[in-house]
Nanobody
Framework: QVQLVESGGGSVQAGGSLRLSCATF????????MGWFRQAPGKEREGVAI????????HYADSVQGRFTISQDNAQNTVFLQMNSLKPEDTAMYYC?????????????????RGQGTQVTVSS
């Protein structure tokens, strides 16, 4: 059973930075991609960033382009999200997600595996 464990959330003032981490456990073979999604109260889930495990190609939501960076470690079983220049509208629960299926590697898809989430709160 694949398990994803996020860490690194917290509270920060606008303009600050946070780095989220996501460790994976129970993988049976290489993932197609991993990603970060977020959901604020009363809002739809939003795809933030994804990374293809083979090759490291990244895609970002327009709302975070240039401020957030997704990366992975050498073993490609841990993914990070560096968040800079944070804004109050970035406040949300952030979820790490993973999929074995390459056709799901986009910001709108349901990846299938998801962590419990880590809260990010940005104050003005």
């Amino acid at each position: 059973q694949v398990q994803l464990v996020e860490s690194g959330g917290g509270s920060v003032q606008a303009g600050g930075s946070l780095r989220l981490s996501c460790a994976t456990f129970g993988l049976t073979y290489s993932l197609a991609c991993m990603g970060w999604f977020r959901q604020a109260p009363g809002k739809e889930r939003e795809g933030v960033a994804i990374i293809w495990t083979a090759g490291g190609i990244q895609h970002y939501a327009d709302s975070v382009q240039g401020r957030f960076t997704i990366s992975q470690d050498n073993a490609q079983n841990t993914v990070f999200l560096q968040m800079n220049s944070l804004k109050p509208e970035d406040t949300a629960m952030y979820y790490c997600a993973a999929t074995y299926v390459s056709s799901r590697c986009n910001l709108e898809a349901n990846f299938g595996y998801r962590g419990q989430g880590t809260q990010v709160t940005v104050s003005s």
